[in-house]
């Protein structure tokens, strides 16, 4: 059985992503992100 490639790809730039805007917080797109999943 072939191990799902493109669902590991998808997870790991998932990741990458959340990881990059966290530390870009002050960025003013992932502080409208962090502001909506507050409300």
């Known amino acids: 059985m072939m ?3 493109h ?3 998808i997870l790991y730039i998932h990741i990458w992503l ?5 530390q870009q917080c002050r960025h ?5 992100v962090w502001d909506l999943r507050r409300s």
Request: aromatic share 24%; proline share 6%.
């Open 3 to 5: 191990p799902s490639y």
């Open 7 to 9: 669902c590991i790809f």
């Open 18 to 22: 959340l990881h990059f805007c966290h």
């Open 28 to 32: 003013q797109f992932c502080s409208s």
